[in-house]
T-cell receptor, first 116, second 117 residues
């Protein structure tokens, strides 16, 4: 079945630094990938839709200059949290949808970001 | 606009008992509906989905859900709970990007299922 690999699974960074999270579709091409954020004991909130070869579409209230998304190939999307602050600490999950997949979306295993 | 409401943030059952996790949705168009399970610090795994056709949908691990349009519900059930079912469960609705293409997912708040021995 379709597999989405997300890396790293955990990262701790200092306040003010930037962190890059990768999302790869391993056995299919994904023209569209989605980035979600999940706070403790809360649901997943869609942050942005990543489109291969074009600009990402951000949800209302999400700072596009803070959360940089790049989808330069059909198998890789990256989310960079710039100038991270403790309030950016969260669980970030990506998903992708294989073309013609009857199962819809496949999710990565998530990245736990802690900003200290 | 679409939304999902999961009734009960926590559900506790005994091993072997019926599991019932409630989900109601709101959608301006015929929806696609999903149930996902999430284990701690992991991504989401699809349990089952409804797109069209049969309203009773069977998924993995013995779970099933019934789409009831008149009640705008998509409750998840399992006849007999197992300890390994303990996890968080999310109901989600998708708009339709066109034809059979899936649009963006909107998730419910999640329900934590606890299974007691």
């Amino acid at each position: 079945g379709a597999v989405v690999s997300q890396h790293p699974s955990r990262v701790i960074c200092k306040s003010g630094t930037s962190v890059k999270i990768e999302c790869r579709s391993l056995d299919f091409q994904a023209t569209t990938m989605f980035w979600y954020r999940q706070f403790p004991k809360q649901s997943l909130m869609l942050m942005a839709t990543s489109n291969e070869g074009s600009k990402a579409t951000y949800e209302q209230g999400v700072e596009k200059d803070k959360f940089l998304i790049n989808h330069a190939s059909l198998t890789l999307s990256t989310l960079t949290v710039t100038s991270a602050h403790p309030e950016d600490s969260s669980f970030y999950i990506c998903s992708a949808r294989p073309a013609g997949s009857g199962d819809g979306y496949t999710f990565g295993s998530g990245t736990r970001l802690t900003v200290v | 606009a679409q939304s999902v409401t999961q009734l009960g943030s926590h559900v506790s059952v005994s091993e072997g008992a019926l599991v019932l996790l409630r989900c109601n949705y709101s959608s301006s168009v015929p929806p696609y509906l999903f149930w996902y399970v999430q284990y701690p610090n992991q991504g989401l795994q699809l349990l089952l989905k409804y797109t069209t056709g049969a309203t009773l949908v069977k998924g993995i691990n013995g779970f099933e859900a019934e789409f009831k349009k008149s009640e705008t519900s998509f409750h998840l059930t399992k006849p007999s709970a197992h300890m390994s079912d303990a996890a968080e469960y999310f109901c989600a609705v998708s708009d339709r990007a066109g034809g059979t293409s899936y649009g963006k997912l909107t998730f419910g708040q999640g329900t934590i299922l606890t299974v007691h021995p």
